[in-house]
């Protein structure tokens, strides 16, 4: 190699070396901080969508305001904010259904002849008498049949003047007025006569406000949060 071309190539390697030498251009964290940050999000958006389309709503509602409180101006932050809402709403409807349906308390038990089934829940308002509240009972007995009753521990209802027919309102609408029966064995009870109109009515609605007159408290307009009756764990409905 003659002296000219040596050169050259010493001055060519030597600048070779110097370019594979260099380092890369510095990241700027902001710049970095913000993919980790679009990439987890994604990750939680994705989560979010599952739960929304399994129903699950208050796990999606808690990954939707995490996305929003963890990852505020990223792209999945924006698509999660436009859905939320509508999320926020199904869960609070799905938690109060479920508080609904825990107020009953369903109950099944052999008698002779078959097995009686029973709902009962508790009125809204509590009574005078230590904290009591008045019971709505759904009945069916193999001997006697079905039967929808209001049922009082520790007090009694006051029937010197009547109780006949009592006053009920179903959603707030106007009251109308149902036959009663005070059961001649004396228990603190009044039965509903017509237990089919009745539960009929309840099956429709989410209140029904009964107006009753209880001995040492006057008269009480107590009310049932009835929504959550489940008419399934009632099976032996009596045949029209």
């Known amino acids: 190699m003659s002296p000219r071309n040596s050169s050259l190539f010493c001055v060519a390697f030597a600048l070779a070396l110097g370019a594979c030498s260099k380092s890369p251009p510095p990241v700027d964290p902001a710049v970095a901080a913000k993919a980790v940050a679009e990439a987890s999000a994604a990750k939680e958006m994705v989560l979010y969508d599952q739960m929304r389309t399994r129903g699950s709503w208050d796990l999606a509602t808690t990954l939707g305001n995490e996305v929003l409180a963890r990852y505020p101006g990223t792209q999945a932050a924006v698509t999660v904010q436009k ?4 999320v926020r709403a199904k869960s609070a409807e799905q938690a109060e259904t479920r508080r609904l349906a825990r107020l009953w308390i369903y109950t099944a ?3 002779a002849g078959g097995t009686q089934y029973a709902a009962a829940i508790v009125s809204k308002q509590p009574l005078a008498h230590a904290g009591a509240r008045i019971r709505l009972v759904l009945r069916q007995h193999p001997k006697w049949g079905q039967s929808v009753y209001l049922l009082l521990d520790g007090a009694t209802f006051d029937c010197r003047k009547g109780c006949a027919t009592l006053a009920m309102s179903f959603d707030g609408k106007p009251a109308q007025r149902m036959r009663a ?4 064995t004396g228990e603190p009870a ?5 237990d089919k109109g009745f539960i009929a009515k309840l099956e429709k609605a989410k209140t029904v406000a009964i107006d009753v007159t209880i001995r040492g408290e006057g008269d009480k307009a107590v009310e049932f949060e009835i ?3 489940d008419a399934a764990k009632l099976p032996d409905k009596p045949k029209k």
């Not at 029966?181 to 001649?184: A, K, R, S």
């Open 190 to 194: 009044l039965f509903i006569d017509d």
């Open 181 to 184: 029966t005070i059961p001649p």
């Open 109 to 111: 038990v052999p008698e």
């Open 227 to 229: 929504g959550g009756f």
């Open 83 to 86: 859905t939320l809402d509508a």
